[in-house]
């Protein structure tokens, strides 16, 4: 039986719809450059090493913020996946079974080197893989024990195609945080991702997660500007809280080519302060980072920290 939708005594603020044709964006989409003594000094420590990390691959617009936070992403096996989502730049292709076995051990260098205290492995799908690439991600999370033990590691995963063994082998290596995005709503789900990435499947993963391993924290994405309806987000937050997901975040859909999908609309940053509020207090997250610019790992170390670790706070579930 479906749980009924939490009534929020919040009223959500209008969104602004784009001018058809127009490459003008909202003011507040707008960011400065990154600079400081703490962002020049981790992109020199990043370019001696020679690992890539999303934040710079991806020029995300919050590489200055997180970086001097002391919070990197970075994207392990490769950068081609094997899957074809309708809102993501990444290249794809098939690896033919690609992988470069010494990238644990230079990934927990790099990281001792630089001295992050919060790092996010994120990955290319991986279905030319067995295992998705699980195991591969779990000698990266190894590797960064050993060699960096006081950094926090944070997994962004694929579905693994629903394998729940290669899950297991990911959640042995004991990652602080297992992220998976859903990255959207019900309905546009077929439509947003790939066929292979199903809502179903998604949600699944993260059910599985905490039966496997409880003391693991779970968090998700979901973006906003597709076309999505408030009914939807908050039936996907119910659903979210009924696997007992720990945290959200809410990001504003950008298109990254004319190829990709369109925005069908912009939300304001007094919509995403609602999405936060709601979240937080009406569902029962124990943390929800909500913004126009916000990515799934964005100033994830510093967040986490400050809000779900030092008041180790478990709220109930909202059923």
Known sequence: MNSPIVESTLSVPPRVVPVANSKEKPSWLKVSLPKGKAYEALKSAVAETGIATVCQEAQCPNIGECWSHGTATFMVMGDTCTRGCRFCNVKTGNPNGWLDDQEPQKLGQAIASAGWQYVVLTAVDRDDLPDGGAAHMARCVAEIARQAPNCLVETLISDFQGDVGALQVLLASNPLVVAHNLETVERLTPTVRDRRATYAQSLNLLRKIKEISPSTF??????????????????????????????????????????????????????????????????????????????????????????????????????
Not at 223 to 247: K, P, W, Y
Request: with cysteine; aromatic share 10%; net charge negative.
């Open 218 to 319: 779970t968090k998700t994405s979901l973006m906003l500007g597709l076309g999505e309806t408030q009914a939807e987000i908050h039936a996907a937050l119910q659903a979210l809280r009924a696997v007992a997901v720990d945290v959200v975040t809410f990001g504003q859909y950008l298109q990254p080519s004319v190829k990709h999908l369109a925005v069908e609309s912009y939300a304001t940053p007094e919509e995403f302060a609602y999405w936060k509020q709601v979240a937080e207090q009406d569902y029962g997250f124990l943390f929800c980072a909500s913004g126009a610019l916000v990515r799934s790992s964005y100033r994830a170390g510093e967040l986490f920290l400050a809000n779900v670790i030092k008041e180790s706070v478990v709220k109930p579930l909202v059923l």
